[in-house]
């Protein structure tokens, strides 16, 4: 689903979501999600706890990530939703999105991931990773301002829109679409993928670097490079 950035992408998830349990009658009111997760995600779902919902903030451990058993043990029969980041925007960590994708099938809920710093730093296959919907911005990958995209799994493709006005993207987002945009997201998207210029840069820096005498510096958690 095309949107206007991420934020409005992690909206689209995170109310959509609410407003689908709302519809089908889902008894489900529980959220949780990491307390160092984006602002793009933390006020919606801040909104959605002043709205009938209970929200569950989890803190993250010394090292910035999640403790997947702390992760497992918040998500309970009344669980409709955990949004985690992929790679967290001020320290780079990143997040176990897969082990937690397994935790919340294994409760029968649904993961939202804001992937906006991971996108074009690493693979990013919404299959391969296991969750349900995935947000991703245009102009973190080189493409321009304006326009980001929501991922949507099979089974989460019921999501109602939260813009309303027209019947765009299969009837998720109103308006009509800013076509220019949308390609130069697509050329971003095309020019990471033919060649990883992020990955060649670092290598030349870290070339550099040792040429010069520096020692390797070694992170206790899993960042991007």
Known sequence: ??????????????????????????????????????????????????????????????????DPQRLAAAIGPDTRLVSVMAANNETGVLHPIAEAAAICRAHGALLHVDAVQAAGRMPIRLTEL?????????????????????????????????????????????GTHAVPAIAGFAAAVSEIVAEDRLGALRDMVESAAIAAGAEPVSVDAPRLS
């Not at 799994?153 to 019921?158: G, M, V």
Request: charged share 20%; hydrophobic share 40%.
């Open 130 to 174: 296991g969750c349900d919907s995935i947000a991703i911005s245009s102009h973190k990958i080189g493409g321009p301002m304006g326009v980001g995209a929501l991922l949507l799994a099979p089974k989460h493709s019921h999501i109602p829109a939260l813009i309303r006005g027209g019947g765009q993207e299969r009837g998720r987002r109103g």
């Open 1 to 66: 689903v095309f949107t206007s950035g991420a934020t409005e992408a992690n909206n689209l998830a995170l109310k959509g979501v609410a407003e689908a349990a709302w519809e089908r009658g889902d008894p489900r009111r529980g959220l949780v999600t990491l307390a160092s997760e984006h602002r793009a995600v933390l006020d919606p779902l801040q909104w959605l706890s002043r709205h009938g919902f209970r929200l569950t903030v989890l803190p993250v451990e010394a090292d910035g990530l999640v």
